[in-house]
Nanobody, 124 residues
Framework: QVQLVESGGGLVQAGGSLRLSCAASGPTFTTYAMGWFRQAPGKEREFVSAISRRGSTVSYADSVKGRFTITRDNAKNTVFLQMNSLKAEDTAVYYC?????????????????WGQGTQVTVSS
């Protein structure tokens, strides 16, 4: 079992940047594909981005493609989400998730482990 702790959220003006981090516990980080999801008030949790176990494959939601970048540092058991050109509609709680399948895809139901979330607020 893996435990996930997100950090790096905060308040930023539109057009600004934030870098989210997700630290994973345990020695088996490389057995997990990692994903980022977000949930705005009154909305369902939605896929943002995912990265494969070794970082060779990445995927993005159309709404963030070209603005967000997902990376991972397996030596540090950490996955990152660099968010640039932020928009008001990016405001949400951002969650880190892990799954031990080869490529879990974009459904939240496919991920087994979740962090507590970190708030990102973009002011317009």
């Amino acid at each position: 079992q893996v435990q996930l702790v997100e950090s790096g959220g905060g308040l930023v003006q539109a057009g600004g940047s934030l870098r989210l981090s997700c630290a994973a516990s345990g020695p088996t980080f490389t057995t997990y594909a990692m994903g980022w999801f977000r949930q705005a008030p009154g909305k369902e949790r939605e896929f943002v981005s995912a990265i494969s176990r070794r970082g060779s494959t990445v995927s993005y939601a159309d709404s963030v493609k070209g603005r967000f970048t997902i990376t991972r540092d397996n030596a540090k058991n950490t996955v990152f989400l660099q968010m640039n050109s932020l928009k008001a509609e990016d405001t949400a709680v951002y969650y880190c998730a892990a799954d031990d399948s080869t490529w879990p895809g974009r459904g939240a139901y496919e991920y087994d482990y979740w962090g507590q979330g970190t708030q990102v607020t973009v002011s317009s």
